[in-house]
T-cell receptor, first 111, second 114 residues
């Protein structure tokens, strides 16, 4: 059983469209992290959300942590081809626990 | 600051062989974690080392092992390779153990087992 479920698994959109990807779990996390991974590279951290209900913005990307700290979403406004990549969420139940990753959402933004 | 480096970047082996992968963390980082990434299973945790001690281990068979040296560099070894071991192996370093601190990933070693 995957601890963190990401949806959708694949997403192909046109440049300029908006999109939202989701990361859900039945477990509570002390924090959730979002990463983007480009082909041939390792994942790069985008943001860490810590507080239930927290919203963080990174240019055109908006990250939200659910009130119950069991889920998170990533919204991209006016997507660009440079946003193409694999978006991964990851979390740990506590500081002494290993980081667990979702399987990711593979986003393709077509020009 | 130099990032996490992994060597080699690409490797082709045959079934039954063994392989050793190397990871050099960011300077000053003492925690190194290893992950296996495959299209079907995604990123799966292998093990974490901090100050030369294994702190956490994932659900992988004993053929997968690792170690960390006093300079924080880490190696992982896979013995008796199987076709299913073909994957991207990623290492990540952080300043503290566990899942709370930011992990910085290397580019990975892509292993193909024939």
């Amino acid at each position: 059983t995957q601890l963190l479920e990401q949806s959708p698994q694949f997403l192909s959109i046109q440049e300029g469209e908006n999109l939202t990807v989701y990361c859900n779990s039945s477990s509570v996390f002390s924090s959730l992290q979002w990463y983007r991974q480009e082909p041939g590279e390792g994942p790069v951290l985008l943001v860490t959300v810590v507080t239930g209900g927290e919203v963080k913005k990174l240019k055109r990307l908006t990250f939200q942590f659910g009130d119950a700290r069991k889920d998170s979403s990533l919204h991209i406004t006016a997507a660009q081809p440079g946003d193409t990549g694999l978006y991964l969420c990851a979390g740990a139940p506590g500081s002494n626990y290993k980081l667990t990753f979702g399987k990711g959402t593979l986003l393709t933004v077509n020009p | 600051k130099a990032g996490v480096t992994q060597t080699p970047r690409y490797l082709i082996k045959t079934r039954g062989q063994q392989v050793t992968l190397s990871c050099s963390p960011i300077s000053g980082h003492r925690s190194v974690s290893w992950y296996q990434q495959t299209p079907g299973q995604g990123l799966q945790f292998l093990f974490e080392y901090f100050s030369e001690t294994q702190r956490n281990k994932g659900n992988f068979p004993g053929r997968f092992s690792g170690r960390q040296f006093s300079n924080s560099r880490s190696e992982m070894n896979v013995s008796t390779l199987e076709l299913g071991d073909s994957a991207l192996y990623l290492c990540a370093s952080s300043s503290a153990p566990g899942g709370q601190e930011t992990q910085y990933f290397g580019p990975g070693t892509r292993l193909l087992v024939l």
